[in-house]
């Protein structure tokens, strides 16, 4: 199983491993600062170097056995198995779903509804909601957002067991994903006093690295259903 770097420290630009698996799409490593898709939110991209050798990582996946498989370019080299090697991310984009992601949870504690969906990128997010009554305005959300992003709160981990969760139903908010449950214990995602809930993936560490965010769009997705999209300007 690979240590999770990425959830110890989500600031980790680069990060030694030692190669523990070579397949047909990429490697696995014995430890790892590339998120794998999930959640929503995108798998990390960056480069592989070892002595003699580089590869570019385009995309990181879950694997069996809660492990993370690198997938590389299908033009690049592979390194052997046991190989050193140094890993490093694109962290430009890295940040910017760090930043997304964190002002999506912001988002759904201004919106007062069960959500139904979402999905971080880079420069558009989007969380979806089921709505009863008036729909609020993108003018209403995006002032609403930002005087919360303003006042630079701190964005904590917290972890609590697969028991407690189970019994507090309400710190799962979104209806279409499931937090990864099954190791003894769930890691929440808490924004003083704004937010708590079930998350794991990357999120910068104060609300006010996000910066302005401007809710783009709204899109009617059936009869409740309502799609909020907000971009980094």
Request: glycine content about 8%.
């Given at each position: 199983m690979v ?8 600031y980790?630009k680069q990060a030694?491993?030692t190669v ?6 990429g490697?696995r490593?014995d ?9 929503g ?7 592989l170097?070892?002595a003699g050798g580089e590869?570019k990582?385009?995309?990181t ?6 492990d ?6 299908p033009?690049?080299?592979?390194p052997e ?6 890993a490093?991310?694109?962290?430009e ?5 760090m930043?997304?992601h ?5 988002m759904s ?6 959500v139904t969906?979402g999905?971080?990128n880079?420069?558009?997010?989007r969380l ?8 609020p305005t ?5 002032e ?5 992003l ?6 904590v ?7 407690e969760?189970?019994?507090?139903p309400?710190?799962v908010?979104?209806m279409?994903?499931?937090p990864p449950m099954?190791q003894?214990r769930v890691r929440?995602?808490s ?10 993936g ?7 690295e996000?910066?302005r965010v401007?809710c783009?769009?709204?899109?009617n997705?059936?009869?409740?259903n309502?799609?909020?999209i907000i971009?980094?300007?």
């Open positions: 240590e999770e770097l990425f959830r110890q420290d989500a980790l030694d491993a523990t698996a070579v397949e047909d799409r490697v490593l430890r790892s600062i590339f998120y794998p898709t999930g959640g939110q995108p798998g990390d991209t960056g480069v170097r070892w590869a990582i385009v995309d996946v879950k694997a069996d056995g809660n993370v498989l690198h997938v590389l370019d033009a690049s080299p592979k198995l046991g190989a050193k090697v140094q490093e991310i694109n962290w984009r890295r940040y910017k779903h930043r997304m964190t002002a999506l949870h912001v504690a201004v919106i007062k509804g069960n969906g999905q971080v880079a420069d558009k997010s979806d909601f089921n709505l009863e009554g008036d729909v993108k003018e209403w959300v995006t609403e957002i930002n005087k919360i303003s006042t630079d709160r701190p964005v981990p917290q972890w609590v067991t697969d028991e969760l189970t019994s507090r309400e710190l908010k979104t279409s994903v499931r099954g003894g929440l995602l924004i003083e006093g704004v937010d708590l809930q079930a998350c794991g990357t999120h910068v560490a104060q609300t006010a996000i910066g401007e783009i769009k709204i899109e997705k059936g009869k409740m309502r799609r909020f971009a980094l300007p």
